[in-house]
């Protein structure tokens, strides 16, 4: 189908030009076959939809229950199609050009106590079927705290990046950018013990005639070390075993906590922008808001001015 070739040339074209990740790549190829698929569906195609072919798929987006988020990510995902299509001289125009998007949401990213974060790593070094296992886990949760790292980079992390006791990682992020993140005591300790228990097994399964993985934490899969998806399965069941919700615990929530915790001990914003490899500081100030509404809990909680009294005042 044309409307798929499109697509694909459209994908190529974000690896290539833009250094688009494979997650990214993953989602444009989700949201615009969805897309393409809901075209067909009323005997219309990509080459000649209309804006209110666009603006009726959005809002068959959201009778769909998708969340704003979600609506804004594949409007964007179609833009930037057609402007694909517009430069290489496949359409004349752009249909979705002057659609404004579902307005974001503003609400705070979910983020941890320090209490809630010890308990996660205690968890994490009691947790496994076997001392291999558990010096895995407490690696994975110390470097995570230690560095604020996006899951993709934690679990895709090559092992040449933690050789030679380092002090620091160099991280590869989104759209192929690189960063430094420096690393704590307890996270350098954790990364000895599994790199020591690591090697043994890589020697092992050398003798036996298996290729080495250049992987910290190398898996039998497909993709050659641990999935983002066992890491996230694995992460609700520390904080089972740490007695916290698993409802509140995610990868991502880890990463919240490493930013707010950084920020609450002074640690300038540009500097936490810089660890946390976003592009623009106005992301990064999302947390300033996070620490107002801790600070705001606390005093009402605290403060013996801000209590119900009983009695004339």
Wanted: charged share 25%.
């Amino acid at each position: 189908m044309v409307g798929l070739r499109w697509i694909s040339g459209f994908l190529d074209a974000a690896a290539a030009e833009q250094g688009a990740s494979r997650n990214t790549l993953l989602a444009y190829g989700r949201d615009l076959k969805d897309f393409h698929g809901w075209l067909n569906g009323r005997g219309g195609d990509l080459q000649t939809a209309k804006q209110a072919d666009v603006e009726a798929y959005l809002v068959h987006c959201d009778a769909q229950g998708l969340a704003a988020s979600t609506r804004a990510r594949r409007l964007s995902a179609i833009k930037q199609l057609y402007r694909f299509a517009f430069e290489e001289g496949l359409r004349t125009d752009n249909p979705a050009l002057r659609i404004q998007g579902p307005g974001r949401s503003k609400a705070l990213p979910k983020t941890l106590s320090h209490d809630e974060v010890d308990r996660l790593l205690d968890a994490a070094r009691a947790h496994g079927r076997t001392q291999t296992d558990r010096l895995r886990n407490t690696c994975l949760m110390e470097l995570l705290y230690a560095t604020g790292l996006r899951v993709s980079e934690l679990v895709g992390l090559p092992v040449a990046a933690a050789r030679g006791d380092p002090r620091v990682l160099l991280v590869l992020g989104k759209g192929g950018k690189e960063r430094i993140v420096p690393l704590s005591p307890p996270a350098r300790t954790a990364l000895r013990a599994w790199l020591e228990v690591r090697d043994a097994a890589e020697r092992a399964a050398r003798s036996k005639g298996h290729p080495p993985s250049r992987h910290l934490f190398p898996s039998s899969g497909q993709s050659g070390h641990l999935t983002r998806n066992r890491f996230y399965l694995l992460i609700k069941e520390l904080a089972v075993a740490a007695g916290i919700s698993p409802d509140k615990v995610t990868p991502h929530t880890m990463r919240h906590a490493f930013a707010t915790h950084l920020l609450a001990g002074g640690a300038d914003l540009r500097a936490i922008q810089t660890l946390l490899g976003h592009a623009d500081v106005a992301t990064t100030e999302i947390y300033t808001h996070v620490l107002e509404e801790r600070l705001k809990s606390l005093v009402l909680e605290h403060h013996p001015l801000a209590r119900d009294r009983d009695g004339p005042s």
